[in-house]
């Protein structure tokens, strides 16, 4: 226990932000930037996939489909390498891995989080397309403005564990050096050189607390989102049938 303590207390800037600011941000804060910039840029683009997955038409749904199944068949480290190699080609020069990390977790979170989207538009009753195409909708009008709120909402839950993933994910930027918590844990571990069971350990328990904490924050959205649908049951329908369903005016007596 005092040798965990003394690693902590000489390395944990170095766990924290890396060699910030007397070299590139690393660390956990790396991790952090790392997943956030993952799920941010890939939400967009899994929405996209998603509604190509459902759409009719062949020359969108075959692509995106394509898409889906080779990204979540094919390990994360083979996308790593490809696109550590792939990009320099398709632009003309070299890139960090920071950068190759992101445009890969872009990548496969997309595909990921376009299943899950999928989910959520697929399990809303069919009625609630019809409703707004009897409306005047549009079908992106109606999904955009009737499907994809309620299909959002109700996969939160999904989303957030899913970047609870992505953060573990990360890890593997350190076969392209790319600075997070692993390999500024591979630092301290190089400089203590007797001790990586210690320093390994203490990577795992950061790795815990960070997980186990979004995990609890998605089963309380998980909680509230099932509480509000249970009060939302007695009253909803009536809503429902006034201003969707039913838009006519009543028949005069």
């Known amino acids: 226990m005092t040798d965990l303590v003394a690693i902590i207390s000489d390395n944990w800037l ?22 956030v910039l993952g799920i941010v840029l890939a ?39 490809w696109v550590y190699f792939l990009v320099p080609v398709l632009i003309g020069r070299n ?27 697929q399990a809303l009753p069919k009625g609630q397309m019809e409703a707004a195409r009897a409306l005047g909708h549009s079908y992106l009008g109606a999904m955009w403005s009737v499907i994809l709120p309620q299909a959002l909402y109700n996969v939160m839950p999904s989303m957030l564990s899913q970047f609870v993933s992505t953060i573990k994910e990360t890890t ?42 979004l995990t609890q924050l998605a089963e309380w959205l998980e909680r509230r989102i099932a509480a509000k649908r249970r009060g939302a049951g007695v009253i909803q329908p009536a809503v429902d049938a006034e201003n969707i369903v039913s838009p006519l005016p009543a028949r005069p007596a």
Do not use: D
């Open 14 to 35: 170095l766990l924290l932000v890396g060699q910030y600011p007397n070299g590139p941000l690393g660390g956990l804060a790396c991790t952090l930037i790392l997943s």
């Open 43 to 81: 939400f967009p683009l899994s929405v996209l996939v998603a509604l190509a997955r459902i759409s009719k038409w062949r020359v969108l749904r075959w692509p995106a489909t394509a898409l889906v199944y080779v990204a979540r068949g094919v390990p994360l480290l083979m996308i790593i390498l």
């Open 172 to 213: 593997l930027g350190y076969v392209i050096n790319v600075h997070e918590l692993t390999f500024a844990a591979s630092q301290v571990n190089n400089q203590l050189l007797t001790k990586p069971f210690h320093v390994f350990f203490i990577l795992a328990v950061i790795y815990f607390i960070v997980c186990w904490s």
């Open 95 to 121: 890139v960090s891995g920071f950068t190759t990390m992101v445009c890969t977790l872009v990548i496969y979170e997309a595909a990921f989080l376009a299943e899950v989207v999928r989910s959520g538009i």
